[in-house]
């Protein structure tokens, strides 16, 4: 299925903002079905295991406060060409370079609080969904 998975999710801005449901809306209209998703709230070691790979970056620490300031929905979203399609609706990571339309030119406030995740490659994808879904969470239709 490489290829046709990608993961995203809703970062506590989006859901604290009550944006849930007009993402949701914008990733099935883009085609996206959702095959697995749930709302939970990352502690910080959780948080900090996800973004492991930024552990030398300035920023990681206050990433990983603010993604577990608040609850996120976590998604699998299946598609073709799943992970380049939907890092071209999230749109740019600042949202004030994102193309009109795009989730984030609409949903974000900032670099930092730009509303939502989108994996970057096919294998970031892969080791995303596991992170969050065990296989028997997961559904295809």
Avoid at 40 to 65: D, I, N, T, W
Avoid at 103 to 121: C, M, P, Q, V
Wanted: a negative charge.
């Amino acid at each position: 299925m490489a290829g046709n998975r990608t993961f995203t999710m809703i970062k506590p801005d989006a859901v604290r903002a009550g944006h849930i449901g007009a993402i949701l809306e914008k990733i099935n209209a883009a085609g996206f079905k959702i095959v697995a998703m749930k709302m939970e709230h990352l502690s910080p070691e959780k948080a900090g295991e996800f973004y492991a790979v930024h552990r030398e970056r300035p920023f990681y620490q206050e990433l990983v406060e603010f993604m577990s300031s608040g609850p996120i929905v976590a998604a699998v979203l299946e598609k073709e060409n799943a992970v380049e399609d939907f890092r071209k609706l999230i749109g740019a990571t600042n949202p004030a370079e994102a193309a009109p339309g795009t989730i984030r030119a609409l949903f974000a406030k900032s670099i930092g609080e730009n509303a939502i995740h989108g994996a970057d490659s096919d294998e970031n994808a892969e080791r995303e969904i596991a992170f969050h879904f065990s296989k028997l969470e997961q559904f295809s239709y």
